[in-house]
């Protein structure tokens, strides 16, 4: 697989992000609670109203849909949330290019700070978002429906 195409992605879209966001975390489901996993991975009427909220983005390889995330402004700080990409294009640097995208976006806005929470289980992403300057905080959100959750920001 050669490199994805990261775009921003458009209501049309959110089929295929859904799609996205159900075939990256499916490995993980039996770790998340039953209303974790369903927050986890939204159907495609529960994604549409992100894209009033912020940028959505989409990466493409071979015309499909491989990874995504969104991002919504909350005061000062940009919340990077559903970020994924699918078991067989992981290692490819489209985590670091669709974080690229929202690192962009963040200092377009002026904001100093990205945050996001994630779960204790999901060892690869955490480290990505490591390598990616962001360190674990106290803040919460601490748990989705039950399932464990930590918070992680960069600033800069």
């Not at 489901?29 to 894209?51: D, E, M, N, Q, V």
């Not at 989409?58 to 995330?69: D, F, L, P």
Request: proline share 5%.
């Amino acid at each position: 697989m050669s490199v994805a195409e990261i775009r921003p992605a458009t209501r049309e879209d959110a089929e295929a992000i859904s799609d996205v966001l159900r075939r990256a975390f499916r490995e993980y489901r039996k770790s998340y609670t039953r209303r974790g996993y369903a927050a986890t991975t939204p159907i495609a009427s529960a994604i549409l109203p992100r894209f009033a909220e912020g940028p959505v983005w989409i990466a493409e390889h071979a015309s499909k849909a491989v990874g995504t995330v969104s991002a919504k402004r909350i005061s000062n700080a940009i919340y990077v949330r559903s970020m994924a990409v699918v078991p067989e294009a992981r290692g490819r640097k489209i985590g670091s290019s669709l974080l690229n995208s929202v690192e962009e976006f963040a200092r377009a806005c002026d904001s100093r700070r990205l945050f996001l929470s994630t779960t204790p289980f999901l060892q690869d992403a955490i480290r990505l978002y490591e390598h990616y300057g962001f360190r674990r905080t106290a803040d919460g959100p601490h748990d989705l429906f039950g399932t464990p959750l930590f918070t992680m920001e960069k600033q800069w």
